[in-house]
């Protein structure tokens, strides 16, 4: 089992900067760690993820603007959003995904935090 709780969200103005956190609390490992957005009336779309060996994935919208990082030390994830859109505002999702041996993988969310963009 896996619980995780965002912090970070919150309002700013085009241009500007957040940073997300999900702290994890789980004695498993957890394989893949990422953020997910979804705004009103659309679906949820993956922002970023991350490995437990590091390696990164980023969506289009966001490369060179988002860092994905993670301290498996801590169970934590974080995200740096720099140079904020308004079509960056959304709620967003923590997500890990757990692989366990012969049972498949498992997706596990946390309760979201809004994240809006407007002057």
């Known amino acids: 089992q896996v619980q995780l709780v965002e912090s970070g969200g919150g309002s700013v103005q085009p241009g500007g900067s957040l940073r997300l956190s999900c702290a994890a609390s789980?004695?498993?490992?957890?394989?893949?760690m990422g953020w997910y957005r979804q705004a009103p009336g659309n679906q949820r779309e993956m922002v970023a993820r991350?490995?437990?060996?590091?390696?990164?994935h980023y969506a289009d919208s966001v490369k060179g603007r988002f860092t994905i990082s993670r301290d498996n030390a801590n169970n934590t994830l974080y995200l740096q959003m720099n140079t904020l859109k308004p079509e960056d505002a959304a709620v967003y999702f923590c997500?890990?995904?757990?692989?366990?041996?012969?049972?498949?993988?498992?997706?596990?969310w946390g309760q979201g935090t809004q994240v809006t963009v407007s002057s």
């Open positions: 997500n890990a995904f757990v692989i366990v041996p012969f049972k498949g993988g498992f997706d596990f």
């Open positions: 789980t004695s498993i490992e957890i394989n893949v």
């Open positions: 991350i490995t437990s060996a590091g390696s990164t």
